[in-house]
Nanobody, 124 residues
Framework: QLRLVESGGGLVQPGGSLRLSCAAS????????IGWFRQAPGKEREGVSCISPIGSNTNYADSVKGRFTISRDNAKNTVYLQMNSLKPEDTAIYYC?????????????????WGQGTQVTVSS
């Protein structure tokens, strides 16, 4: 059974950068598309970026295109989200999820095995 653990969140000033990690255990990551999602207070969870099982395909929400980059290292069983030029509106709890299906856009309903999330706060 796939288990995911997010890390790398924190407090950063606007314009700053963070790299989030999603570490997998319990199953080989190669079989899964991985998505990053976020949920701000009072809002629904939304897709940020997804990557196909071998990393040949990626997609991004319009709000993060050109600023965020998703990547994966299946040998390390880890998926990353590099976040640059962060804005206050990026503040949220970030979650990673796994799916047998790579979807465009990232659909929350297609993903599971959610981790506990990692808090990202962008504030001066």
């Amino acid at each position: 059974q796939l288990r995911l653990v997010e890390s790398g969140g924190g407090l950063v000033q606007p314009g700053g950068s963070l790299r989030l990690s999603c570490a997998a255990s319990g199953s080989t990551l190669d079989y899964y598309a991985i998505g990053w999602f976020r949920q701000a207070p009072g809002k629904e969870r939304e897709g940020v970026s997804c990557i196909s099982p071998i990393g040949s395909n990626t997609n991004y929400a319009d709000s993060v295109k050109g600023r965020f980059t998703i990547s994966r290292d299946n040998a390390k069983n880890t998926v990353y989200l590099q976040m640059n030029s962060l804005k206050p509106e990026d503040t949220a709890i970030y979650y990673c999820g796994g799916s047998y299906y790579y979807t465009v856009p990232c659909l929350v309903t297609e993903f599971g095995s959610w981790g506990q999330g990692t808090q990202v706060t962008v504030s001066s």
